[in-house]
């Protein structure tokens, strides 16, 4: 068996993108739409560069219950046994426990890349050497690695690492994670060169992910590690022992309750054309700009007196609007955003409101 | 035959209140749709009104032909044979003249009340008390009365009406008529108690407005009172005697064409809870408003920051906004306009920009 057949990929693709809503909404979120107009889903894209790098039958999708239909939809190329289904949400670190003593089940050898897929990736040639200069650096090294990209902007919505001494080209110690910096921070952390953002996307071998999860959240462990591999290679008691065991787990991030506690983490630093499409702000940053400075996407729009305002409208709709500087205004679906770029933080909070008062239905 | 019986009502109801797109469409104005959501059309209100001062056959509702199954829907209590339907808009002059070509034809002892198919009016049993008094009127002087409203604040989309000496109570001569003054004009207006706002509901016998129709505009006069008046009471001939001629009209205001330069031009000064529901700013000022000053009209809202701002969507949809300051936020229909309410007048231009630009399907 050569090297290539013990590589795996994890693509997660639970969530629900709250902090693009009303775009990204629960029963449609933002990685199963057609977000950048190119004719393939966000999952698609993910999907079509990791193929390349990473034999089919060993790319894994796991999401949330609701989703397991969507996913076999967009991704006809892979088996229904490779979607793993999670019957509630508990962030990244009892998805990445799971979806490792699945694989490990099948082959103790297994190395891995988990990464989100929602993100957007210009570079696919460099993305695929870094990858591969990456799982290189897993096999042969205990070591739970972070692909770390160029800070471009101070931006605050990220997580940053502060790089430590090399090991290998463009791979270091990490030194620091620090989570969403205030400005003045995040400024600083730009202009000293040290600091990366934290992309999300991870490369372990099974072996250094299981003992990292044994020592940082033996409870999590203890669910996934404390059964018989076997439970993990039959569908059906597969599907049973999730059914009992996930929702008892204790939701907590990969990030939180491992990669900033363990010792041998690591970052790979790359320049893949990378953004996370995590915010309005990041969408209108990448997109192509009129003379105004404002972003149309989808949609006809009027605008006078306006700047910098991005205007994201599903459906064939003609907005007008006067006035509006460095706003978005998006609408989706029986939901209508106009919100100031500056406080595109306050989204999800704006979603949970909405939810208290009215119910799901906006959801 | 009792006076009451030569009395005659004729609704205007052709116009497409550009001034309140999108919620006024071309093809569902807005005196066709339940503008203050009260189960009646403001058409219905207005038939409401009258119904109860003149008699129910006597009211000619005349509208432009794309509307007369709109209006036959809305009024069951009336006959085919009262719907009036122009073959193209030619503003008030050449309407009022067909109009009272149709009903003179049926009555020269007619005396009429002509009035918009949009306005609002609270104050019904003053509104009828003044209506009864201006019949008198008009049915002892040859004048042309029109009601004044009492303006409460300087309003620079209103014709002004200033008023010359008393002749009965509450009814003066006209001195001037001043079309949408400026600010500091209105203001000064304001103060000087001796303006009022045109309403647009008229008074006069068929008698009267026909000789001053003669005598201001010949041309148009010479359409309707220079034929048969048997033209007038057969439907058919009368459909093809206006398929014929009424195109021909030059399109002009009856205010313009006749108001302004007749000398037996009387105002009956009212105070009967009016609002011509002209403008979107108008809505504003006469809804219910919450501890920031918005109005919500049939939706659910959101606000953030928000202050002095009108939302209204047709449909069940959330609005979520943050930032917004004496905006009108309006969404119906495939159209979404955001728009300071101080710039209110330009929505006009608005239509036309996008008639242009994405021709006639925001229409």
New interface residues.
């Given amino acids: 068996m050569e090297q290539k057949a013990h590589r795996y990929c994890v693509i997660m693709c639970g969530g629900i993108g709250s902090r693009f809503w009303?775009f990204s909404r629960a029963r449609l979120p933002k990685q199963f739409i057609d977000f950048l107009g190119t004719g393939r889903t966000l999952l698609q894209m993910t999907f079509d560069r990791v193929r390349d790098i990473i034999p089919v039958e060993n790319i894994i999708i796991i999401t949330n219950e609701r989703y397991t239909e969507l996913v076999a939809e967009q991704l006809p190329d892979i088996d229904a046994s490779q979607i793993l289904a999670e019957p509630a949400r508990r962030n990244t670190a009892p998805c990445i426990a799971w979806a490792t003593a699945h694989i490990a089940a099948r082959d103790p050898e297994a190395s891995m890349m988990v990464c989100p897929s929602d993100h957007m990736i210009t570079r696919e040639k460099e993305f695929e050497r870094n990858v591969l200069k990456g799982f290189e650096f897993v096999e042969t090294h205990d070591a739970l690695l972070t692909l770390g990209i160029s800070p471009t902007r101070p931006e605050t919505g990220y997580g940053y690492i502060q790089v430590g001494e090399p090991v290998a080209e463009n791979i270091n110690k990490v030194k620091t994670f620090t989570e969403k910096p205030n400005l003045e921070l995040a400024q600083i952390f730009l202009n000293s060169g040290e600091f990366f953002w934290n992309s999300g996307m991870f490369l372990w071998s099974a072996r250094s992910i299981r003992e990292a999860l044994k020592e940082y959240v033996p409870d999590i462990a203890g669910v996934f590690f404390g059964c018989e591999a076997s439970t993990f290679l039959d569908p059906e008691s597969e599907r049973k022992f999730i059914a009992e065991a996930f929702p008892g787990c204790m939701s907590i991030s990969i990030d939180y309750s491992v990669m900033e506690k363990a010792q041998n983490v690591y970052v790979e630093t790359v320049d893949i054309g990378w953004n996370d499409l995590g915010t309005w702000g990041a969408l209108y940053d990448l997109s192509p700009k009129n003379s105004e400075r404002n972003v149309t996407q989808n949609c006809?729009v009027?605008s006078?007196n306006c700047a910098g305002t991005i205007f994201a409208?599903r459906?064939?709709?003609?907005?007008?609007?006067?006035?509006?500087n460095d706003?978005i205004?998006a609408?989706a679906d029986?939901?209508?955003?106009?919100?100031?770029k500056a406080?595109e933080q306050?989204i999800k909070q704006?979603l949970t409101?909405?939810t208290v008062?009215?119910g799901d239905k906006?959801e």
Same sequence: chains 1, 2.
């Avoid at 459906?315 to 006035?323: C, P, Y």
């Avoid at 029986?334 to 100031?340: D, K, N, Q, S, Y």
Wanted: hydrophobic share 45%; charged share 25%; proline share 6%.
């Fill in positions: 009303p006809n009027l006078y409208v459906g064939d709709k003609l907005i007008v609007a006067d006035g509006l706003y205004v609408d029986g939901v209508l955003l106009i919100c100031p406080r306050k704006m409101d909405a008062k009215f906006y």
